[in-house]
Protein backbone atom coordinates (compact mmCIF):
# COMPACT_ATOMS: atom_id res chain seq x y z
CA UNK A 1 0.00 0.00 0.00
CA UNK A 2 1.53 3.36 -0.82
CA UNK A 3 2.19 5.60 1.34
CA UNK A 4 -0.41 8.21 1.92
CA UNK A 5 2.25 10.99 2.19
CA UNK A 6 2.81 10.50 -1.46
CA UNK A 7 -1.12 11.04 -2.98
CA UNK A 8 -0.83 14.43 -1.04
CA UNK A 9 0.87 17.71 -1.98
CA UNK A 10 4.18 18.51 -0.33
CA UNK A 11 3.23 22.07 0.85
CA UNK A 12 6.48 22.46 2.69
CA UNK A 13 7.75 22.44 -1.41
CA UNK A 14 6.41 25.67 -1.58
CA UNK A 15 8.71 28.21 -2.68
CA UNK A 16 8.37 31.84 -1.10
CA UNK A 17 9.26 32.78 -4.67
CA UNK A 18 6.33 31.34 -6.23
CA UNK A 19 4.11 32.62 -3.21
CA UNK A 20 5.20 35.88 -4.08
CA UNK A 21 4.31 35.42 -7.81
CA UNK A 22 1.08 34.68 -6.78
CA UNK A 23 0.33 37.57 -4.53
CA UNK A 24 1.78 39.96 -7.07
CA UNK A 25 -0.98 39.19 -9.66
CA UNK A 26 -3.57 38.85 -7.33
CA UNK A 27 -2.69 42.33 -5.98
CA UNK A 28 -1.88 44.19 -9.50
CA UNK A 29 -6.15 43.60 -9.75
CA UNK A 30 -6.38 45.49 -6.48
CA UNK A 31 -4.11 48.40 -6.38
CA UNK A 32 -2.10 50.43 -9.04
CA UNK A 33 1.40 49.80 -7.53
CA UNK A 34 4.74 49.58 -9.96
CA UNK A 35 6.54 47.95 -7.48
CA UNK A 36 6.08 45.65 -4.78
CA UNK A 37 8.44 43.99 -2.17
CA UNK A 38 8.69 41.81 1.08
CA UNK A 39 11.24 42.68 3.60
CA UNK A 40 11.73 40.04 6.39
CA UNK A 41 13.28 40.16 9.44
CA UNK A 42 16.78 38.66 9.54
CA UNK A 43 17.48 39.62 13.13
CA UNK A 44 16.89 42.73 15.89
CA UNK A 45 19.15 44.74 13.87
CA UNK A 46 18.76 43.69 9.95
CA UNK A 47 16.37 43.61 7.35
CA UNK A 48 16.66 41.60 5.00
CA UNK A 49 15.03 42.46 1.63
CA UNK A 50 14.33 38.89 -0.40
CA UNK A 51 11.96 39.34 -3.45
CA UNK A 52 10.86 42.18 -5.98
CA UNK A 53 8.24 42.38 -8.53
CA UNK A 54 7.69 44.82 -11.14
CA UNK A 55 10.47 47.18 -12.69
CA UNK A 56 14.35 45.94 -11.95
CA UNK A 57 12.84 42.92 -10.53
CA UNK A 58 14.59 40.61 -13.22
CA UNK A 59 17.98 42.26 -11.92
CA UNK A 60 17.33 42.09 -8.22
CA UNK A 61 19.43 40.19 -6.01
CA UNK A 62 19.09 39.71 -1.83
CA UNK A 63 20.30 42.64 0.10
CA UNK A 64 20.51 43.37 4.13
CA UNK A 65 19.72 47.17 5.26
CA UNK A 66 20.18 48.80 8.97
CA UNK A 67 16.64 47.69 10.55
CA UNK A 68 14.94 51.52 11.04
CA UNK A 69 13.16 52.37 14.07
CA UNK A 70 9.06 51.89 14.22
CA UNK A 71 8.25 55.20 14.23
CA UNK A 72 8.71 58.41 11.53
CA UNK A 73 9.73 55.87 8.94
CA UNK A 74 8.01 53.27 6.55
CA UNK A 75 8.22 50.07 8.94
CA UNK A 76 4.80 49.04 10.83
CA UNK A 77 5.05 48.42 14.39
CA UNK A 78 3.61 44.60 15.16
CA UNK A 79 -0.10 44.53 15.69
CA UNK A 80 0.17 47.92 14.38
CA UNK A 81 -2.09 48.99 11.27
CA UNK A 82 -0.71 48.94 7.83
CA UNK A 83 1.15 52.47 6.51
CA UNK A 84 0.40 54.94 3.61
CA UNK A 85 2.40 57.53 2.54
CA UNK A 86 0.67 59.85 0.22
CA UNK A 87 3.79 62.01 -0.76
CA UNK A 88 7.19 60.86 0.39
CA UNK A 89 8.79 64.14 -0.27
CA UNK A 90 6.13 65.82 2.59
CA UNK A 91 5.65 62.97 5.17
CA UNK A 92 8.96 60.69 5.30
CA UNK A 93 11.83 61.75 7.68
CA UNK A 94 15.30 62.12 5.45
CA UNK A 95 17.24 61.20 9.16
CA UNK A 96 15.93 57.48 8.51
CA UNK A 97 17.84 55.50 5.78
CA UNK A 98 15.24 54.02 3.96
CA UNK A 99 13.21 57.25 4.04
CA UNK A 100 15.95 58.89 2.53
CA UNK A 101 16.15 55.79 0.28
CA UNK A 102 12.31 55.68 -1.06
CA UNK A 103 12.74 59.84 -1.27
CA UNK A 104 15.94 59.42 -3.14
CA UNK A 105 14.70 56.88 -5.37
CA UNK A 106 11.63 59.06 -6.59
CA UNK A 107 8.82 56.74 -4.80
CA UNK A 108 6.82 59.32 -4.27
CA UNK A 109 3.54 56.91 -2.47
CA UNK A 110 3.95 53.46 -0.22
CA UNK A 111 1.79 51.19 1.41
CA UNK A 112 3.36 48.93 4.13
CA UNK A 113 1.15 45.72 5.53
CA UNK A 114 2.69 44.29 8.72
CA UNK A 115 3.11 40.06 7.67
CA UNK A 116 2.28 38.25 11.35
CA UNK A 117 1.91 35.17 11.85
CA UNK A 118 0.87 34.24 15.79
CA UNK A 119 1.45 37.91 17.54
CA UNK A 120 4.88 37.46 15.69
CA UNK A 121 6.00 39.82 13.30
CA UNK A 122 7.88 38.16 10.52
CA UNK A 123 8.69 40.97 7.90
CA UNK A 124 6.81 43.33 5.80
CA UNK A 125 4.77 43.38 2.53
CA UNK A 126 5.04 46.93 0.57
CA UNK A 127 4.22 48.21 -2.83
CA UNK A 128 5.19 51.97 -3.84
CA UNK A 129 4.59 54.05 -6.86
CA UNK A 130 6.29 57.21 -8.99
CA UNK A 131 2.45 58.88 -8.09
CA UNK A 132 1.43 60.91 -5.39
CA UNK A 133 -1.82 59.74 -3.66
CA UNK A 134 -1.33 55.78 -5.39
CA UNK A 135 -2.64 53.90 -2.33
CA UNK A 136 -5.29 54.27 0.41
CA UNK A 137 -6.46 53.41 3.63
CA UNK A 138 -9.03 51.06 1.59
CA UNK A 139 -6.57 49.39 -0.32
CA UNK A 140 -4.56 47.93 2.65
CA UNK A 141 -7.85 46.53 3.95
CA UNK A 142 -8.47 45.06 0.48
CA UNK A 143 -5.01 43.65 0.64
CA UNK A 144 -5.23 41.98 3.90
CA UNK A 145 -6.31 38.81 3.09
CA UNK A 146 -3.41 38.49 0.47
CA UNK A 147 -0.67 39.72 3.08
CA UNK A 148 -2.24 37.08 5.51
CA UNK A 149 -1.71 34.30 2.87
CA UNK A 150 1.49 35.53 2.52
CA UNK A 151 2.39 35.23 5.79
CA UNK A 152 1.44 31.44 5.87
CA UNK A 153 3.89 31.05 2.51
CA UNK A 154 6.55 33.04 4.96
CA UNK A 155 6.14 30.40 8.05
CA UNK A 156 6.08 27.52 5.81
CA UNK A 157 8.84 29.08 3.89
CA UNK A 158 10.80 29.58 7.07
CA UNK A 159 10.12 26.20 8.82
CA UNK A 160 11.64 25.09 5.44
CA UNK A 161 14.89 26.29 5.86
CA UNK A 162 14.78 25.59 9.01
CA UNK A 163 14.44 22.02 8.82
CA UNK A 164 17.02 22.02 5.51
CA UNK A 165 19.53 23.88 8.46
CA UNK A 166 18.91 21.70 11.15
CA UNK A 167 19.59 18.66 8.44
CA UNK A 168 22.46 20.18 7.31
CA UNK A 169 23.81 20.84 10.89
CA UNK A 170 23.07 17.14 11.61
CA UNK A 171 24.79 15.74 8.93
CA UNK A 172 27.73 18.13 9.70
CA UNK A 173 28.11 17.17 13.20
CA UNK A 174 27.90 13.05 12.29
CA UNK A 175 30.17 13.80 9.99
CA UNK A 176 32.10 15.92 12.66
CA UNK A 177 31.91 12.75 15.24
CA UNK A 178 32.62 10.40 12.54
CA UNK A 179 36.13 12.31 11.98
CA UNK A 180 36.72 12.62 15.68
CA UNK A 181 36.52 9.02 16.01
CA UNK A 182 37.92 7.64 13.35
CA UNK A 183 40.94 9.98 14.42
CA UNK A 184 40.86 8.78 17.77
CA UNK A 185 41.17 5.21 16.82
CA UNK A 186 43.79 5.79 14.55
CA UNK A 187 45.40 7.70 17.39
CA UNK A 188 44.42 4.92 19.39
CA UNK A 189 45.84 1.93 16.92
CA UNK A 190 49.13 4.13 16.99
CA UNK A 191 49.56 4.09 20.54
CA UNK A 192 49.43 0.73 21.30
CA UNK A 193 51.51 -0.04 18.02
CA UNK A 194 54.01 1.96 19.64
CA UNK A 195 53.12 0.36 23.58
CA UNK A 196 54.33 -2.91 21.69
CA UNK A 197 57.33 -1.64 19.99
CA UNK A 198 58.41 -0.34 23.52
CA UNK A 199 57.61 -3.28 25.18
CA UNK A 200 59.45 -5.30 22.30
CA UNK A 201 62.37 -2.85 22.29
CA UNK A 202 62.69 -3.52 26.03
CA UNK A 203 62.11 -7.21 26.19
CA UNK A 204 66.54 -8.06 25.73
CA UNK A 205 67.20 -6.28 28.87
CA UNK A 206 66.76 -8.60 31.54
CA UNK A 207 65.16 -7.37 34.78
CA UNK A 208 63.89 -3.80 32.80
CA UNK A 209 61.45 -5.69 30.58
CA UNK A 210 57.75 -4.57 30.60
CA UNK A 211 55.75 -7.95 31.09
CA UNK A 212 52.34 -8.88 31.37
CA UNK A 213 48.61 -9.12 29.73
CA UNK A 214 46.53 -7.72 32.32
CA UNK A 215 44.35 -4.75 31.40
CA UNK A 216 45.73 -2.67 34.74
CA UNK A 217 49.08 -3.18 33.22
CA UNK A 218 48.21 -2.46 30.23
CA UNK A 219 46.61 0.70 31.32
CA UNK A 220 49.45 2.05 33.24
CA UNK A 221 51.86 1.38 29.78
CA UNK A 222 49.24 3.18 27.90
CA UNK A 223 49.40 6.06 30.14
CA UNK A 224 53.37 5.96 30.07
CA UNK A 225 52.95 6.08 26.31
CA UNK A 226 51.34 9.14 26.27
CA UNK A 227 53.25 10.96 28.44
CA UNK A 228 56.81 9.55 26.75
CA UNK A 229 56.99 11.78 24.32
CA UNK A 230 56.81 15.11 25.99
CA UNK A 231 59.39 16.35 28.65
CA UNK A 232 56.96 16.45 31.71
CA UNK A 233 58.14 15.23 34.91
CA UNK A 234 56.33 11.74 36.00
CA UNK A 235 55.90 10.25 39.40
CA UNK A 236 55.02 7.09 39.12
CA UNK A 237 53.48 4.98 42.67
CA UNK A 238 53.46 1.53 43.90
CA UNK A 239 54.59 -0.69 46.26
CA UNK A 240 58.02 -2.40 46.19
CA UNK A 241 58.95 -4.62 43.42
CA UNK A 242 56.02 -3.43 41.35
CA UNK A 243 57.99 -2.31 38.22
CA UNK A 244 58.84 1.30 39.10
CA UNK A 245 62.28 1.60 37.18
CA UNK A 246 60.71 -0.84 34.35
CA UNK A 247 58.13 1.94 33.34
CA UNK A 248 60.66 4.48 33.99
CA UNK A 249 63.00 2.96 31.53
CA UNK A 250 59.81 2.70 29.45
CA UNK A 251 59.15 6.14 29.23
CA UNK A 252 62.72 7.17 28.43
CA UNK A 253 63.05 4.04 25.56
CA UNK A 254 59.56 6.34 24.16
CA UNK A 255 61.15 9.49 24.42
CA UNK A 256 62.97 12.43 22.42
CA UNK A 257 65.76 11.72 25.05
CA UNK A 258 66.15 8.02 23.91
CA UNK A 259 69.71 8.27 22.66
CA UNK A 260 70.45 9.76 25.61
CA UNK A 261 71.51 8.50 29.19
CA UNK A 262 69.55 7.10 31.47
CA UNK A 263 70.70 7.74 35.38
CA UNK A 264 69.16 5.92 38.13
CA UNK A 265 69.52 7.17 42.19
CA UNK A 266 67.76 5.06 44.79
CA UNK A 267 67.60 8.21 47.24
CA UNK A 268 66.72 5.65 50.09
CA UNK A 269 70.21 4.25 50.63
CA UNK A 270 72.27 7.11 51.30
CA UNK A 271 72.59 9.26 53.80
CA UNK A 272 72.37 13.11 53.57
CA UNK A 273 75.51 14.30 52.55
CA UNK A 274 76.14 11.34 50.41
CA UNK A 275 73.22 11.60 48.44
CA UNK A 276 73.65 15.59 47.65
CA UNK A 277 77.00 14.73 46.68
CA UNK A 278 75.86 12.07 44.50
CA UNK A 279 73.03 14.22 43.12
CA UNK A 280 74.43 17.63 42.72
CA UNK A 281 78.51 16.38 42.02
CA UNK A 282 80.85 18.25 44.26
CA UNK A 283 83.77 20.66 43.55
CA UNK A 284 87.34 19.62 44.51
CA UNK A 285 87.90 20.34 48.86
CA UNK A 286 84.12 20.49 49.15
CA UNK A 287 84.57 18.24 51.97
CA UNK A 288 87.58 16.17 53.40
CA UNK A 289 88.63 13.53 50.92
CA UNK A 290 86.88 15.21 47.94
CA UNK A 291 90.56 15.41 46.45
CA UNK A 292 88.86 16.26 42.92
CA UNK A 293 85.96 17.69 41.21
CA UNK A 294 83.00 15.55 40.67
CA UNK A 295 80.01 15.29 38.23
CA UNK A 296 76.90 14.29 40.35
CA UNK A 297 73.99 12.71 38.37
CA UNK A 298 71.96 15.54 37.04
CA UNK A 299 75.02 16.28 35.38
CA UNK A 300 75.48 12.51 33.85
CA UNK A 301 72.17 12.83 33.03
CA UNK A 302 72.39 15.54 30.56
CA UNK A 303 70.21 15.27 27.74
CA UNK A 304 68.81 12.66 29.24
CA UNK A 305 66.45 10.87 32.09
CA UNK A 306 67.15 11.35 35.86
CA UNK A 307 65.17 8.49 37.88
CA UNK A 308 64.78 9.27 41.42
CA UNK A 309 63.78 5.91 42.92
CA UNK A 310 62.16 6.71 46.20
CA UNK A 311 61.54 10.54 46.39
CA UNK A 312 60.34 10.63 49.03
CA UNK A 313 63.33 9.49 51.75
CA UNK A 314 65.24 12.64 50.53
CA UNK A 315 65.78 14.87 54.02
CA UNK A 316 63.93 18.33 53.70
CA UNK A 317 67.62 20.27 52.92
CA UNK A 318 68.16 18.19 49.72
CA UNK A 319 64.17 18.84 49.19
CA UNK A 320 64.57 22.07 48.53
CA UNK A 321 67.49 22.05 47.04
CA UNK A 322 66.35 19.86 44.25
CA UNK A 323 63.36 21.94 44.22
CA UNK A 324 65.07 24.99 42.38
CA UNK A 325 66.25 21.79 39.56
CA UNK A 326 62.92 21.22 38.86
CA UNK A 327 62.10 25.21 38.92
CA UNK A 328 64.98 26.96 37.44
CA UNK A 329 66.33 24.04 35.32
CA UNK A 330 69.58 24.66 37.00
CA UNK A 331 71.66 23.59 40.38
CA UNK A 332 74.92 24.30 41.67
CA UNK A 333 77.93 21.68 42.83
CA UNK A 334 78.85 21.23 46.55
CA UNK A 335 81.57 23.85 46.73
CA UNK A 336 80.74 25.32 43.79
CA UNK A 337 79.83 28.64 43.07
CA UNK A 338 79.23 28.40 39.71
CA UNK A 339 75.39 28.03 38.33
CA UNK A 340 74.97 24.82 35.71
CA UNK A 341 71.88 23.92 33.92
CA UNK A 342 70.08 20.70 34.43
CA UNK A 343 69.00 19.57 31.27
CA UNK A 344 67.32 16.43 32.69
CA UNK A 345 63.85 14.93 32.61
CA UNK A 346 63.03 13.88 36.13
CA UNK A 347 61.25 10.51 36.93
CA UNK A 348 60.55 9.76 40.26
CA UNK A 349 59.06 6.89 42.28
CA UNK A 350 58.11 6.22 45.94
CA UNK A 351 56.38 3.04 47.32
CA UNK A 352 54.96 5.23 49.79
CA UNK A 353 51.92 7.33 49.77
CA UNK A 354 53.13 10.54 48.88
CA UNK A 355 49.71 12.06 51.27
CA UNK A 356 50.61 10.27 53.92
CA UNK A 357 53.94 12.03 53.56
CA UNK A 358 52.42 15.27 53.12
CA UNK A 359 50.75 14.59 56.27
CA UNK A 360 53.41 13.95 58.32
CA UNK A 361 55.41 16.82 56.99
CA UNK A 362 58.18 14.35 55.21
CA UNK A 363 57.82 15.45 51.90
CA UNK A 364 57.39 19.07 51.03
CA UNK A 365 54.09 20.43 49.08
CA UNK A 366 55.69 22.62 46.34
CA UNK A 367 58.04 19.48 45.51
CA UNK A 368 54.86 17.32 45.58
CA UNK A 369 52.84 19.19 42.67
CA UNK A 370 56.31 19.75 41.22
CA UNK A 371 56.78 16.12 40.68
CA UNK A 372 53.84 14.47 40.34
CA UNK A 373 52.73 16.37 37.01
CA UNK A 374 51.66 13.24 35.77
CA UNK A 375 50.98 10.44 37.94
CA UNK A 376 51.21 6.57 37.24
CA UNK A 377 50.28 4.08 39.77
CA UNK A 378 51.37 0.31 39.27
CA UNK A 379 48.94 -2.22 40.56
CA UNK A 380 50.75 -4.83 42.96
CA UNK A 381 50.98 -8.29 41.24
CA UNK A 382 48.02 -9.75 43.53
CA UNK A 383 45.50 -7.10 41.55
CA UNK A 384 46.86 -8.75 37.85
CA UNK A 385 47.17 -12.45 39.15
CA UNK A 386 46.65 -13.51 35.04
CA UNK A 387 50.43 -12.09 35.22
CA UNK A 388 52.17 -13.79 37.75
CA UNK A 389 52.51 -17.26 35.07
CA UNK A 390 53.63 -14.96 32.33
CA UNK A 391 55.83 -13.64 34.68
CA UNK A 392 57.15 -16.87 36.23
CA UNK A 393 57.91 -18.52 32.85
CA UNK A 394 59.54 -15.48 31.18
CA UNK A 395 61.82 -15.59 34.76
CA UNK A 396 62.21 -19.38 34.17
CA UNK A 397 63.99 -18.83 30.68
CA UNK A 398 65.76 -15.47 32.25
CA UNK A 399 67.39 -17.66 35.14
CA UNK A 400 67.67 -21.14 33.41
CA UNK A 401 70.38 -19.12 30.79
CA UNK A 402 72.07 -17.85 33.87
CA UNK A 403 72.63 -20.27 35.90
CA UNK A 404 73.39 -22.71 32.93
CA UNK A 405 71.16 -25.68 33.79
CA UNK A 406 67.68 -24.39 32.77
CA UNK A 407 64.51 -25.79 34.37
CA UNK A 408 62.19 -28.32 32.68
CA UNK A 409 58.93 -26.47 33.50
CA UNK A 410 57.01 -26.07 36.48
CA UNK A 411 54.52 -28.21 37.74
CA UNK A 412 51.26 -28.04 37.94
CA UNK A 413 50.71 -27.57 41.59
CA UNK A 414 53.47 -25.45 42.57
CA UNK A 415 51.17 -22.88 39.53
CA UNK A 416 48.88 -23.04 41.90
CA UNK A 417 50.46 -22.60 43.88
CA UNK A 418 52.11 -19.51 42.47
CA UNK A 419 48.65 -18.13 41.74
CA UNK A 420 47.51 -18.42 45.29
CA UNK A 421 50.41 -16.19 46.71
CA UNK A 422 49.59 -12.60 48.03
CA UNK A 423 53.52 -11.75 46.50
CA UNK A 424 53.81 -8.90 49.19
CA UNK A 425 57.29 -8.37 47.12
CA UNK A 426 55.52 -8.67 44.19
CA UNK A 427 57.46 -9.27 40.94
CA UNK A 428 60.73 -8.87 42.73
CA UNK A 429 59.66 -11.37 45.01
CA UNK A 430 58.34 -13.80 42.37
CA UNK A 431 61.55 -13.60 40.16
CA UNK A 432 63.82 -14.27 43.57
CA UNK A 433 60.99 -17.25 44.10
CA UNK A 434 61.89 -18.52 40.41
CA UNK A 435 65.11 -18.22 40.70
CA UNK A 436 65.26 -19.82 44.00
CA UNK A 437 63.40 -23.02 42.89
CA UNK A 438 65.60 -22.81 39.14
CA UNK A 439 69.19 -23.45 41.30
CA UNK A 440 66.98 -26.10 43.51
CA UNK A 441 65.35 -28.07 40.57
CA UNK A 442 69.11 -28.80 38.86
CA UNK A 443 67.32 -29.18 35.61
CA UNK A 444 64.27 -31.33 36.49
CA UNK A 445 60.67 -29.92 36.98
CA UNK A 446 60.05 -27.35 39.50
CA UNK A 447 57.27 -28.45 42.27
CA UNK A 448 56.36 -27.34 45.13
CA UNK A 449 59.37 -28.21 47.53
CA UNK A 450 61.19 -26.13 45.37
CA UNK A 451 59.27 -22.74 46.12
CA UNK A 452 59.91 -21.14 49.19
CA UNK A 453 58.55 -22.04 52.37
CA UNK A 454 55.76 -18.92 52.27
CA UNK A 455 54.97 -19.22 48.99
CA UNK A 456 54.33 -22.92 49.13
CA UNK A 457 52.53 -22.68 52.46
CA UNK A 458 49.81 -19.83 50.86
CA UNK A 459 48.05 -22.78 49.19
CA UNK A 460 46.98 -24.03 52.65
CA UNK A 461 45.95 -20.59 54.48
CA UNK A 462 42.05 -20.83 55.89
CA UNK A 463 39.93 -18.03 53.76
CA UNK A 464 38.86 -15.23 55.76
CA UNK A 465 35.65 -15.99 57.04
CA UNK A 466 32.46 -12.96 55.74
CA UNK A 467 32.24 -10.66 59.04
CA UNK A 468 28.74 -11.84 59.05
CA UNK A 469 25.54 -14.08 57.98
CA UNK A 470 24.56 -13.60 54.36
CA UNK A 471 21.26 -11.59 54.62
CA UNK A 472 18.27 -12.95 52.39
CA UNK A 473 18.34 -9.91 50.07
CA UNK A 474 22.17 -11.18 49.23
CA UNK A 475 25.39 -8.83 49.53
CA UNK A 476 28.28 -7.98 47.12
CA UNK A 477 31.79 -8.68 47.69
CA UNK A 478 32.77 -4.85 47.67
CA UNK A 479 29.83 -4.83 50.63
CA UNK A 480 32.20 -7.64 52.47
CA UNK A 481 35.35 -5.99 51.66
CA UNK A 482 34.17 -2.93 53.43
CA UNK A 483 32.17 -4.64 56.12
CA UNK A 484 35.49 -6.71 57.00
CA UNK A 485 37.60 -3.06 56.44
CA UNK A 486 35.20 -1.35 59.15
CA UNK A 487 35.88 -4.44 61.32
CA UNK A 488 39.62 -4.98 61.14
CA UNK A 489 39.88 -0.85 61.64
CA UNK A 490 37.62 -1.05 64.92
CA UNK A 491 39.08 -4.09 66.63
CA UNK A 492 42.59 -2.45 66.24
CA UNK A 493 41.44 0.75 67.61
CA UNK A 494 42.36 2.67 64.10
CA UNK A 495 45.92 1.37 64.51
CA UNK A 496 46.60 0.78 60.52
CA UNK A 497 49.44 -1.51 60.94
CA UNK A 498 47.41 -3.73 63.40
CA UNK A 499 44.64 -3.68 60.77
CA UNK A 500 46.66 -4.67 58.15
CA UNK A 501 48.24 -7.87 59.76
CA UNK A 502 44.54 -8.75 60.72
CA UNK A 503 43.47 -8.74 57.49
CA UNK A 504 46.92 -10.15 56.12
CA UNK A 505 47.48 -7.60 53.91
CA UNK A 506 50.77 -5.05 53.27
CA UNK A 507 49.98 -1.42 55.05
CA UNK A 508 50.02 -0.02 51.61
CA UNK A 509 47.67 -2.01 50.38
CA UNK A 510 45.19 -1.60 53.51
CA UNK A 511 45.24 2.39 52.66
CA UNK A 512 44.89 1.90 48.68
CA UNK A 513 41.62 0.12 49.63
CA UNK A 514 40.48 2.61 52.57
CA UNK A 515 40.85 5.12 50.01
CA UNK A 516 38.58 2.71 47.44
CA UNK A 517 35.85 2.61 50.41
CA UNK A 518 36.09 5.90 50.94
CA UNK A 519 37.49 5.33 54.68
CA UNK A 520 39.94 7.41 54.65
CA UNK A 521 38.71 10.05 57.19
CA UNK A 522 39.46 6.90 59.64
CA UNK A 523 43.08 7.34 59.26
CA UNK A 524 43.47 10.67 61.35
Same mark, same amino acid.
Given at each position: ??????R?????A #?T #????FA?????????????R??I???A???T?RVH??A????????E????RP?YSG?LWP?P? %?G??????S? =??LD?S?P???????? %?? =???LA? &?????G?? @??V #?WF???R???????D?I???????L @????V?L???????H????L?????AE????AA??????A??? !??V +?T?????E?R????A????T???D??? +?A???????T?V? $???E???G??V???????G?K??R????? @????T????L?ES !??F???????TG??V?R???IE??????L??D??G????? $?????LR?L???E?Q?????KT /?????R?I???????R?? /?????????L???? &???????P?????? +??????????LA???C????P?????????E? /???HA????V??L =????????IL?Q? %??ITS?? @?P?NVA? &? =???P??LP??SI??????L??V !?????VK??????NN? &??AA???G??R??L???????? /??????
Amino acid at each position: MADTHDRQPDTSA #LT #LRDAFAGVAVAARAIVPFERMGISLLADPGTVRVHLLAGPGAEHFTEHVLARPHYSGCLWPAPG %GGPICIRDSA =RELDLSYPIDRRVVDA %GR =RSVLAI &SLEAQGTQ @LGV #LWFDSHRVEAFSAGDAIALGPLADL @LAVAVVLWANRIADHVALALAHERLAEEGRRAAQAREREARLQ !ERV +ETLVHELEGRGAHRALGNSTRWKDALL +EAAKVADTDTTVL $VTGESGTGKEVVARYIHRGSKRARGPFVA @LHCATLPEQLLES !ELFGYERGAFTGAQVARAGKIEQAAGGVLFLDEVGEMTPA $VQAKFLRVLQEREFQRLGGAKT /LKADVRVIAATNRDPREA /LERGTLREDLYYRL &SVFEIALPPLRERP +EDILVLADAFLAEVGCSVGRPAAGVSEDAREQ /LLAHAWPGNVREL =RNAIERAVILCQG %GLITSAH @LPMNVAS &S =RGRPAPLPPASIPAEGVTLEQV !EHALLVKALAQARNNK &SQAAKLLGLPRGQLYSLLRRHG /LTEARR
